[in-house]
């Protein structure tokens, strides 16, 4: 009896045991470890230069163009034309005049110089009348002279008004196409001041303008792309690059002579895509993707990819340039950049490169 007592707590002591246990086991999960993160390098040794792309817009223009300026000053009383215009040689583009409350004279204008010389258009012709007249009464050679000199001041007057008048009614120089307006109705202008821009038909050009530090990689004969509204892109090949900076802008004019021989809608914006091989001018530059850069504060830095490891290393930027930076780094040719993947790694972590 004591015996089969004995084997039965024995028998639970050992299911008990077994329970708890496999309890323990359970409640226990084996480390699981980490799968290394994928990223892409490249080598510091082929960073040293890049191709950096840059985009601007530009203005589709004629060859050959002209610009229409105000010969007097004055206000600017009418327009008659808008960009896209096409206007012949002689058609008159804008009236500039005075400003006031005056009425106008007879030619409709309220510049008082225009008015004060239609009054001595009139005395003169008066004075002439009055010489003709007494000529015919008495044929003398003094009254003949008279006569003479009185329509030579007639003349001169009349010839005066016409000019002051042309002086304030702009016409178009040349047919062409109106491809900018640089003025509107009310606007004061000076003697010289551009008021419209028309250009002739013949080779179509796209104009931009572009910063001076790229100024010596640009050259004539390299091509850009040319990105119309319907997202057509088309070849243009630089005729012109300026070397003198705008005043306004201080930025340098570029020209393109636009390969295709369609007919295109001068006046246009458009946007010029331009392609510049750079190399790094100084040891320890490199040429990064913006992305794979990370700025802080206090510092910024990349990653390398060492031994199956993720290893920080911090860097200058030297300058950023859309989204490729120049960076400054102590780095071996055969250093590997992390370029892609480097936003899920940290310092000592394990990665796996796709390369």
């Known amino acids: 009896m004591k015996k089969a007592v004995f084997l039965f707590f024995l028998l639970v002591l050992v299911v008990v045991g077994g329970l708890t246990f496999r309890g323990k086991t359970e409640s226990t999960p084996a480390l699981v470890e980490k799968k290394p993160i994928s990223v892409e390098t490249r080598l510091a040794g082929s960073s040293r230069e890049t191709v950096l792309n840059f985009s601007y817009p530009g203005l589709l223009k004629s060859e050959k163009e002209t610009l229409v300026k105000a010969k007097t000053s004055g206000q600017v009383a009418w327009l008659n034309f808008v960009v896209g215009d096409q206007v012949s040689g002689g058609e008159i583009l804008a009236k500039i005049d005075s400003s006031g409350n005056l009425s106008p004279g007879e030619n409709n204008f309220l510049s008082n110089q225009i008015r004060q010389q239609e009054f001595l258009v009139k005395q003169a012709k008066k004075n002439y009348s009055l010489a003709k007249k007494k000529y015919q009464e008495d044929d003398s050679i003094?009254?003949?002279?008279?006569?003479?000199?009185?329509?030579?001041?007639?003349?001169?007057?009349?010839?005066?008004?016409?000019?002051?008048?042309?002086?304030?009614?702009?016409?178009?120089?040349?047919?062409?196409?109106?491809?900018?307006?640089?003025?509107?109705?009310?606007?004061?202008?000076?003697?010289?001041?551009?008021?419209?821009?028309?250009?002739?038909?013949?080779?179509?050009?796209?104009?931009?303008?572009?910063?001076?530090?790229?100024?010596?990689?640009?050259?004539?004969?390299?091509?850009?792309?040319?990105?119309?509204?319907?997202?057509?892109?088309?070849?243009?090949?630089?005729?012109?690059?300026?070397?003198?900076?705008?005043?306004?802008?201080?930025?340098?004019?570029?020209?393109?002579?636009?390969?295709?021989?369609?007919?295109?809608?001068?006046?246009?914006?458009?946007?010029?895509?331009?392609?510049?091989?750079?190399?790094?001018?100084?040891?320890?530059?490199?040429?990064?993707?913006l992305s794979a850069v990370t700025i802080g504060q206090n510092e910024s830095f990349i990653f390398l990819a060492e031994n199956g490891q993720a290893k920080k290393k911090e860097i200058k930027i030297e300058k950023i340039s859309g989204e490729t930076v120049l960076i400054e780094a102590d780095l071996a040719e055969q250093a590997a950049i992390i370029v892609e993947g480097n936003k899920q790694v940290q310092d000592g972590m394990k990665i796996t490169d796709k390369n």
Do not use: C, H, R
């Open 142 to 289: 003094v009254n003949e002279t008279a006569k003479k000199i009185a329509k030579l001041q007639y003349q001169a007057a009349q010839a005066t008004l016409q000019n002051l008048i042309n002086d304030g009614l702009l016409t178009a120089p040349l047919d062409g196409t109106i491809v900018e307006k640089m003025v509107s109705v009310g606007d004061t202008v000076t003697m010289g001041q551009t008021i419209a821009k028309i250009n002739q038909l013949g080779k179509t050009q796209v104009q931009f303008f572009i910063d001076e530090d790229l100024i010596g990689l640009v050259k004539k004969g390299d091509q850009v792309e040319v990105e119309l509204g319907d997202e057509k892109k088309i070849l243009a090949e630089i005729s012109l690059v300026s070397s003198e900076a705008d005043l306004s802008s201080k930025k340098f004019k570029i020209e393109a002579d636009l390969l295709a021989k369609d007919v295109f809608p001068l006046g246009s914006v458009v946007t010029i895509y331009l392609k510049i091989q750079k190399k790094a001018e100084k040891d320890g530059q490199f040429y990064v993707p």
